[in-house]
C-alpha cells in the first residue's frame, strides 16, 4: 500500500503544470533578457546610482562638479542603439542595467549603466543601429541650427530629453539652466557633431585625431591652413574640436559660451597661437599641436 501511495505522488508531481499555483502566487519559468533597445535618447552613466546625480537627498539638487558638468554623463544613446545587458539592479518600478555598446567602445572601470525605462529588452541579439550619413547640406543646417545650446558634458541630443523630468522628478521647482542641465538639453564639443551627422562619427574627441583622412597643415601659418579647409573638416586637439561650416565660419561647443559660430581665421589664429599644426597628432611634435582632418566622403 505504502509503495502504490508513492507512485501515485511521483506522477502527480510529474503533471504538474509550469505555471501552477504555489501559496497563490505562479511559478514563472523566464528567462532574463541579454539585450536592450534604445527606445529614446538614452543617458548613459558611469554609475549605478541615477538617483543621487539627478536629484540627490532633497530630490531636486543636480550632482554637479565646479564647471557645472554632470561628470558621470558618458553619452546619450540615440534611438535604436542596442545594448548588451551586463547586469541587472533592481530597483522599486524599474531596473538599473549595466551595458556596453558598440557606439561607445571605450573602457570603463565602473562600468556603463542605463535606466530601463528608456529601453526594450530583447532576449535575441538585435542587430546594430544602423549608421547612416546624412547629406552635406543636412549636416551643416543642423549644425546651425544648435547655435546657443549650453555646454552639456557627454551630451549629444541639443533638444534634451524631457522623460528625465518624469523619472527622476524633481520634488520641487528648477531654475530654468538647473532643469536644461536635468535634462541634458544641449552638446558638448564632439556631442555636436555626433548629433549633426546621427551619430555617425565617433563620440569621444580622442577618436577623432585619426578619423578620415589628414590634411596636410605642417608647418603652415594662419592664412595658408585657412585657405585648405572644406566644410565639415574638423581642427582637433586635445580634449576639444571645432567644425568648420563654410570659408568665413567654424563652430564650437565650449564650456564657457555653449555652441557658437565665430570667425573661422580668427579662430584659426587664435589656436596657431598656442599650438603647432601637425600632420600626425601622436608622431609629431609635442603636446600643444592641433590637426585638421577631413572626414566626409568627396
Not at 558611469?46 to 539638487?61: E, L, N, W
Not at 570603463?108 to 547612416?132: H, N, W
Amino acid at each position: 500500500m505504502v509503495r502504490t501511495y508513492i507512485i501515485l505522488i511521483i506522477i502527480g508531481l510529474s503533471i504538474i503544470p509550469c505555471e501552477a499555483q504555489v501559496s497563490g502566487q505562479p511559478i514563472l519559468q523566464k528567462e532574463e533578457a541579454d539585450y536592450a533597445v534604445a527606445l529614446l535618447p538614452t543617458p548613459v552613466l558611469d554609475t549605478p546610482d541615477f538617483q543621487s546625480v539627478f536629484g540627490g537627498s532633497d530630490g531636486k539638487t543636480l550632482r554637479l562638479s565646479k564647471k557645472n558638468f554632470i561628470e558621470e554623463v558618458k553619452f546619450v544613446a540615440l534611438p535604436q542603439t542596442v545594448f548588451v545587458i551586463e547586469e541587472t539592479i533592481k530597483k522599486d518600478n524599474h531596473e538599473i542595467l549595466r551595458v556596453r555598446t558598440e557606439d561607445y567602445p571605450y573602457p570603463a572601470q565602473t562600468g556603463y549603466y542605463i535606466d530601463s525605462r528608456f529601453v526594450e529588452k530583447k532576449k535575441e541579439k538585435p542587430p546594430e543601429r544602423i549608421k547612416s550619413l546624412p547629406d552635406k547640406d543636412t549636416i551643416i543646417n543642423k549644425l546651425f541650427s544648435a547655435k546657443g545650446a549650453i555646454y552639456i558634458w557627454g551630451g549629444n541630443y541639443v533638444k534634451g530629453i524631457p522623460e528625465m523630468l518624469k523619472f527622476y522628478k524633481p520634488s520641487g521647482q528648477l531654475s530654468r539652466e538647473v532643469q536644461e542641465r536635468w535634462i541634458l538639453k544641449g552638446v558638448d564639443c564632439s556631442g555636436l557633431l555626433y548629433e549633426a551627422t546621427n551619430g555617425y562619427i565617433p563620440r569621444n574627441t580622442e577618436s577623432l585625431f585619426y578619423f578620415g583622412s589628414p590634411v596636410n597643415i605642417k608647418g603652415m601659418g594662419p592664412d595658408e591652413i585657412a585657405k585648405k579647409l572644406k566644410p565639415l573638416d574638423i581642427i582637433v586637439y586635445k580634449r576639444h574640436m571645432l567644425i568648420v561650416l563654410n570659408s568665413r565660419q567654424g563652430i564650437e561647443s565650449t564650456i564657457m559660451d555653449g555652441v557658437q559660430i565665430r570667425d573661422l581665421a580668427g579662430m584659426i589664429e587664435t589656436i596657431s597661437k598656442k599650438m603647432l599644426p601637425v600632420n600626425d597628432y601622436l608622431s609629431e611634435g609635442g603636446e600643444d599641436k592641433f590637426v585638421v582632418r577631413r572626414w566626409y566622403p568627396e
